[in-house]
T-cell receptor
C-alpha cells in the first residue's frame, strides 16, 4: 500500500480563513517531504518542502509542520483565497535518492466565498 | 530555468492501438526523469524513472514501457493499449534528492 496518505479527501473553508491539510506517512527513514498543489487539468506545482532535521518551515502564507514522532505532516494556508482551491498532495522521498517521490491520495481544498 | 514539455495534451486512442508519449526537458542536464500516472480523483503513481540515457527502472508491472534515447528525452510507450491505461500521464524531473518539477501532463482516454 501507499506509505503516505491524507486524513480527509475534501476540505471546505471560508475565504479569508486559515486551512490545515494533514498527511500521515509510515516510512520513518524518509528524510524529505514536499507539498504540491494541483489545479484541475494541470501538473502538480511545488509549494514548500521540509527536511527531516526541521520541524517547521514557513513560506509566503504557507507553513509546513513535521512531527517525526507520530509521522505526521501538515500544511497550513493562511488567509485563504479563491486561487487556493485545488488538490493538495504531500509527498515523501523514502529512498532518499533518485527513485522518485511517493504521493498521498490528495485533499481537495474548496474555498467558499 | 528548467522547463518540461509534454505532448500531446490530450489523446484519444482505441483499445489495441500503440502509444507514444514524449517528454523533453530544457534548461538542465543529467536530470532524473520520471513518468507518473494519475487516475481520476487519485494520487500519483510512479511508473518509471531514469537516471541517465538508456537507464530505465520500472516501479510496477504493466502494459507500458519507457525509453530514454537522449539525456533530455523520455518516452512512454505501449504496443497495445488497454482500457485500464486511461489516465493523466505526467513527466517530471529532479536533480537528485529534492523537489520534482512536473510537466502539464497528457490526458489519455482509451476507448
Amino acid at each position: 500500500g501507499e506509505s503516505v496518505g491524507l486524513h480527509l479527501p475534501t476540505l471546505s473553508v471560508q475565504e479569508g480563513d486559515n486551512s490545515i491539510i494533514n498527511c500521515a506517512y509510515s516510512n520513518s527513514a524518509s528524510d524529505y517531504f514536499i507539498w504540491y498543489k494541483q489545479e484541475s487539468g494541470k501538473g502538480p506545482q511545488f509549494i514548500i518542502d521540509i527536511r527531516s532535521n526541521m520541524d517547521k518551515r514557513q513560506g509566503q502564507r504557507v507553513t509546513v509542520l513535521l512531527n517525526k514522532t507520530v509521522k505526521h505532516l501538515s500544511l497550513q494556508i493562511a488567509a485563504t483565497q479563491p486561487g487556493d482551491s485545488a488538490v493538495y498532495f504531500c509527498a515523501e522521498n523514502p529512498g532518499g535518492g533518485a527513485d522518485g517521490l511517493t504521493f498521498g491520495k490528495g485533499t481537495h481544498l474548496i474555498i467558499q466565498p | 530555468s528548467q522547463t518540461i514539455h509534454q505532448w500531446p495534451a490530450t489523446l484519444v486512442q482505441p483499445v489495441g492501438s500503440p502509444l507514444s508519449l514524449e517528454c523533453t526537458v530544457e534548461g538542465t542536464s543529467n536530470p532524473n526523469l520520471y513518468w507518473y500516472r494519475q487516475a481520476a480523483g487519485r494520487g500519483l503513481q510512479l511508473l518509471f524513472y531514469s537516471v541517465g540515457i538508456g537507464q530505465i527502472s520500472s516501479e510496477v508491472p504493466q502494459n507500458l514501457s519507457a525509453s530514454r534515447p537522449q539525456d533530455r528525452q523520455f518516452i512512454l510507450s505501449s504496443k497495445k493499449l488497454l482500457l485500464s491505461d486511461s489516465g493523466f500521464y505526467l513527466c517530471a524531473l529532479s536533480k537528485g534528492v529534492g523537489e520534482a518539477f512536473f510537466g502539464q501532463g497528457t490526458r489519455l482516454t482509451v476507448v
